[in-house]
């Protein structure tokens, strides 16, 4: 398969979009459909997170998704200009404490490390890049 790239705004009426031209390209890798939907999942809290926290002016910014699927794999790469920020370097959350004593955020990448293989988090040129890995069952 040919690695895709899809653009989008920050704005969350593009989510809808996004989800509707990821999901021929899940397939076309192979994945699953109880995959493609923790994929389509994991993408949309990383997007959500870019639309709501990495920019603070108000304009409008590109956010670029990759899709790439070699060697029994599918790899997803968010992309975005915004503020610095790596998601994983945030603490789990204690899913053990009563809900009153937690704090506020966390669950959204908790998610996303359960629903992917693989996840890493790199800053390259001025560019958040958030990359996800979901193995593409045998058969």
Known sequence: MEPV??????QFSELERLAAETE????????PFAAIQGVNVAVEEIVTNVIKYAHTDGAEHPIEIRLAA???AVTISVI???REFDPLAEP????N??????GIGG???HFVRKLMDA???????GRNIFTMRKKVPAG
Not at 24 to 31: K, N, Y
Not at 92 to 95: A, F, M, R, T
Not at 119 to 125: F, K, P, Q
């Open 5 to 10: 790239s899809i653009i989008i705004k920050n």
């Open 107 to 109: 669950l959204g990448v």
């Open 92 to 95: 789990e959350p204690d899913l």
């Open 70 to 72: 070699a060697d029994s």
């Open 119 to 125: 996840v890493e988090y790199r800053r390259d040129g």
């Open 80 to 82: 975005d200009d915004g």
């Open 24 to 31: 021929p390209v899940l397939e076309a890798a192979g994945l």
């Open 97 to 102: 404490a009563p809900i009153e004593e937690r």
